[in-house]
């Protein structure tokens, strides 16, 4: 085999001045082989001084690659002992103390031993022997491939200049060839490690063209991608100029414009709906401007969504208004059990639409606990009137776009809710239903109150103004109701333009009543049962009512009864299934048990014993009414009132309130006067975790404070309601309905109100107060003998306050029943 007759480079030739001994620069993510001249930045300290020494010498260096680059310091271990005798050609000085070196590596060396003596590294080096290279037919195949690769990847890389291909004319030597080439390429500092060490140059050769037949596939692959996004976008280019071409002859063809059969359809739409001249003139504008854009653009979808808007809202459609009192009468009642007084109300609102075209300024508003009917009160008079309806939830809704829209050029705008209602009706006449409105929120978005109010205002609504219509639009035949827990928590603004029309609370007489007539009928249709297949005993309905419900309306127990008939269906199909006929099922309090599961309320009935210290208040919340057990100890300590139960602020004031009054009048009562100073009193209010607030507890807590300290003993069929004053008044309290019937649902004989509220009785059912007895007084100590069993006070004179307290010495005494 011939030996390769190896032409030599300058740099090809022995070192003369090699020296034994040079300075260390430690790579971090490079390998430089020789043969080749490569620029590096040198940063650290110790490498700035090993590359001064070296140029202060004979410019010689080492260059070791590092087995670990994020190595800051690398000493002998985190060294390649293999390396690059090189030399510097040309040191820069940078900014920042940084120095770009131009080096040239010359013969690969190993480091025989480093010594760290200076602050830089040195090592004592052994060059490796300039062989000649036997060219194998193998290598010359090898080498051929690999330039041809090289040669590929210089063209095809638009990182690599053309001039690099230069190079392989001044490189005569295979391993110089080698490594000019694996300089260029993105080989890991790992693999070029391995190709300077490795001793055979057919395995050199071999690494090299592996990674260059790897980066060649790579770069087909990411050329044909681009090729193809290419071509797509230039496709996609040519349509939309064609289609441009197409609109610009179709315009000059066509002297409408309406050649697109798209908006010739919405075209022909918009001239058959009854628009107002001004929507009708707002139309036609955004449909010459959906004509002049073209369908890629975004303003297209905006035009077209605000058209499909107009195309979809009831025009000029009303329904017929049913006004037949009798039917309506008719079918209010069939729907509803007792509700007299709204349902009463309702017929004079029809009455009166019969007299008028329309009723200006009167908005209906059931106001009542939760599940009392209202919702569904307002869908009966839509019903009996032939009106569409419509709910919306104005629950929680804070922001004021809400309501009225958001202008069309924001993405993604839509009408607001009453719009939407609108549309979804279908007329222009339908019943909305404003639910929870006595929940609507108020943010830095706005209040969307002000927005509600043009709703509901009969002088503003024929020209609302959703702000994504940008039009008038006419809600003055809209008949609105609204709902609401508590009328006192509307906005007064809103409130005034309303007919509050309240809905108690049920007693469980009713709540059987409505179960049989309404409730379980309509849940056995709605089940696939019928009422022979299943009968619901009263006694079973009323363990339902007490023991898995704790409401004022009849949701729950709705939501339970149901559940008793999924429990019926699925043992009536089990029983087909088996084959057997399906058998009569009695819902009975045992069934009701043994389906529903264990009780989730105690019938925590009252005491039936007179006990000291503990009074029965009458508590409202908007879920409806409850008795209150206000309980007052005594303990050993000094000035001290403790108050627990999840009271709110209104609350504790007015035990504070209580506790002055019976401080101020501890003669009268026949206590000591120092009483307190050796006393702490404790007043709690279960359920402890449910929070309590309002004033009307302040009586109530007064009482049992006196009933503790003068160990007087209460009547416990006995509730108060009431606030006190420091002077022992009594003033009206809210709720009068609701706690009454949370009075008769306990089976109490009597409650004591304040006088003040003694006309509100005139407006409350008298099935409400049948049986109870009710007391009005003005003065706390006129409830004396009605509370406490025997009530001899030294200072008050029977009931009468004789005590110093001049104000309430004044008042009529009388007890009102
Ligand atoms: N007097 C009644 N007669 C017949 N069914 C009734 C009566 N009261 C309530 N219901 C029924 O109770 C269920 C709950 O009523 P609805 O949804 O109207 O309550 P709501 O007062 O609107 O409650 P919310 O305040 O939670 O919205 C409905 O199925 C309704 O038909």
């Known amino acids: 085999m011939k030996k390769h007759k190896q032409k030599k480079s300058p740099r090809d030739q022995q070192i003369p001045d090699a020296p034994e001994?040079?300075?260390?620069?430690?790579?971090?993510?490079?390998?430089?082989?020789?043969?080749?001249?490569?620029?590096?930045?040198?940063?650290?300290?110790?490498?700035?001084?090993?590359v001064n020494t070296a140029v202060e010498g004979n410019k010689y260096v080492l260059l070791c690659a590092q087995t670990d680059p994020e190595e800051e310091h690398p000493g002998p271990d985190s060294l390649h002992r293999k390396g690059t005798l090189a030399q510097i050609i040309q040191v820069l000085h940078l900014p920042n103390d940084l120095l770009k070196v131009l080096i040239s590596g010359i013969r690969i060396a190993e480091a025989d031993s480093f010594d760290e003596q200076e602050s830089y590294l040195t090592a004592k080096i052994s060059l490796q022997e300039a062989k000649s290279v036997t060219m194998t037919a193998r290598l010359k195949a090898l080498i051929r491939k690999t330039k041809e690769g090289f040669e590929r990847l210089v063209?095809?890389?638009?990182?690599?200049?053309?001039?690099?291909?230069?190079?392989?004319?001044?490189?005569?030597?295979?391993?110089?060839?080698?490594?000019?080439?694996?300089?260029?390429?993105?080989?890991?500092?790992?693999?070029?490690?391995?190709?300077?060490?490795?001793?055979?140059?057919?395995?050199?050769?071999?690494?090299?063209?592996t990674h260059l037949t790897g980066e060649l596939e790579l770069l087909a692959v990411s050329n044909e991608i681009n090729e193809k996004v290419q071509d797509e976008i230039q496709e996609t280019q040519r349509k939309f100029y064609i289609q441009e071409q197409i609109k610009i002859l179709q315009d000059e063809l066509d002297e409408d414009g309406y050649s697109d059969p798209e908006l010739a359809r919405i075209k022909e739409e918009l001239d058959k709906l009854a628009l107002p001249d001004a929507a009708r003139a707002k139309a036609n504008e955004e449909l010459e401007r959906l004509k002049k854009t073209p369908a890629m653009s975004p303003d297209y979808s905006v035009s077209r969504n605000y058209l499909d808007w107009i195309l979809a809202l009831p025009w000029g459609k009303y329904s017929e208004d049913r006004l037949d009192i009798t039917a309506v009468h008719g079918a209010l009642e069939k729907d509803h059990f007792g509700l007299e007084k709204p349902k009463e109300r309702i017929l004079e609102y029809i009455a009166v639409l019969n007299l008028v075209n329309k009723i200006k300024g009167q908005i209906l508003c059931f106001e009542g606990p939760p599940g009392t009917g209202k919702t569904s009160l307002a869908k009966s008079i839509a019903d009996a009137m032939n009106r569409q309806m419509v709910r919306i939830s104005l629950g929680g809704v804070s922001d004021e776009a809400e309501i009225r829209g958001h202008r069309k050029t924001y993405i993604g705008s839509m009408p607001g809710r009453i719009i939407q209602a609108i549309k979804k009706a279908g007329t222009m006449n339908p019943v909305i239903i404003l639910d929870e409105i006595d929940k609507l929120g108020k943010d830095m978005r706005g209040d969307p109150s002000s927005a509600v109010l043009e709703v509901l205002d009969p002088e503003q609504n024929d020209t609302f103004n959703d702000h994504y219509m940008d039009l008038d639009f006419d809600l003055s035949q809209v008949m609105f109701i609204t709902t609401a827990n508590v009328a006192g928590h509307i906005q007064p603004a809103l409130l005034d333009r309303m007919e509050v029309i309240s809905?108690?609370?049920?007693?469980?007489?009713?709540?059987?009543?409505?179960?049989?007539?309404?409730?379980?009928?309509?849940?056995?249709?709605?089940?696939?049962?019928?009422?022979?297949?299943?009968?619901?005993?009263?006694?079973?309905?009323?363990?339902?009512?007490?023991?898995?419900?704790?409401?004022?309306?009849?949701?729950?127990l709705e939501q339970n009864l149901a559940s008793l008939c999924r429990k019926v269906a699925k043992l009536t199909v089990k029983q087909k299934k088996d084959g057997k006929k399906p058998s009569q099922i009695t819902i009975n309090e045992k069934r009701v048990r043994e389906f529903l599961g264990v009780p989730k309320y105690k019938d925590r009935s009252l005491e039936k014993?007179?006990?000291?210290?503990?009074?029965?208040?009458?508590?409202?919340?908007?879920?409806?009414?409850?008795?209150?057990?206000?309980?007052?100890?005594?303990?050993?300590?000094?000035?001290?009132?403790?108050?627990?139960?999840?009271?709110?602020?209104?609350?504790?004031?007015?035990?504070?309130?209580?506790?002055?009054?019976?401080?101020?009048?501890?003669s009268d009562l026949g206590l000591s006067e120092d009483f307190f100073e050796k006393n702490e009193l404790h007043v709690h209010i279960p359920e402890g975790a449910i929070p309590k607030d309002g004033p009307s507890a302040g009586m109530g807590i007064a009482l049992a404070m006196i009933s503790l300290l003068t160990d007087t003993s209460v009547r416990h069929d006995v509730a108060v309601t009431g606030e006190i004053t420091l002077?022992?008044?009594?003033?009206?309290?809210?709720?009068?309905?609701?706690?009454?019937?949370?009075?008769?649902?306990?089976?109490?004989?009597?409650?004591?109100?304040?006088?003040?509220?003694?006309?509100?009785?005139?407006?409350?059912?008298?099935?409400?107060?049948?049986?109870?007895?009710?007391?009005?007084?003005?003065?706390?100590?006129?409830?004396?003998?009605?509370?406490?069993?025997?009530?001899?006070?030294?200072?008050?004179?029977?009931?009468?306050?004789?005590?110093?307290?001049?104000?309430?010495?004044?008042?009529?005494?009388?007890?009102?029943?």
Do not use: C
């Open 21 to 50: 001994q040079v300075p260390v620069i430690p790579l971090r993510d490079t390998v430089i082989f020789p043969n080749t001249m490569f620029p590096i930045l040198v940063g650290r300290k110790a490498t700035i001084e090993a």
């Open 155 to 209: 063209i095809l890389n638009q990182n690599l200049p053309e001039e690099v291909l230069l190079g392989f004319e001044q490189n005569y030597n295979p391993e110089n060839l080698l490594y000019f080439m694996a300089s260029y390429l993105d080989l890991d500092i790992d693999e070029k490690q391995q190709i300077l060490e490795d001793p055979d140059i057919e395995n050199k050769y071999r690494k090299v063209l």
């Open 503 to 556: 809905l108690h609370g049920y007693l469980e007489h009713d709540k059987v009543e409505i179960a049989k007539r309404h409730l379980i009928p309509r849940l056995l249709s709605s089940h696939g049962l019928t009422p022979s297949r299943v009968k619901f005993k009263d006694d079973a309905i009323r363990t339902v009512i007490r023991s898995y419900t704790a409401e004022a309306g009849v949701r729950v």
């Open 609 to 666: 014993k007179d006990k000291v210290g503990s009074v029965n208040g009458l508590a409202w919340t908007s879920t409806g009414g409850s008795i209150l057990q206000l309980d007052v100890a005594r303990m050993f300590g000094k000035n001290k009132l403790i108050l627990t139960g999840k009271l709110g602020d209104v609350m504790k004031e007015s035990a504070q309130a209580a506790l002055t009054y019976v401080r101020s009048h501890t």
């Open 727 to 817: 002077r022992g008044e009594v003033y009206a309290v809210g709720g009068l309905n609701e706690k009454l019937l949370a009075a008769r649902r306990k089976n109490l004989s009597r409650v004591i109100i304040p006088k003040e509220n003694l006309p509100d009785l005139e407006e409350i059912p008298s099935k409400v107060t049948e049986g109870l007895k009710i007391t009005g007084i003005d003065h706390i100590s006129e409830s004396f003998p009605f509370v406490f069993r025997s009530s001899v006070f030294p200072g008050f004179d029977g009931q009468k306050d004789t005590g110093n307290t001049t104000a309430a010495a004044g008042r009529k005494k009388t007890a009102g029943e």
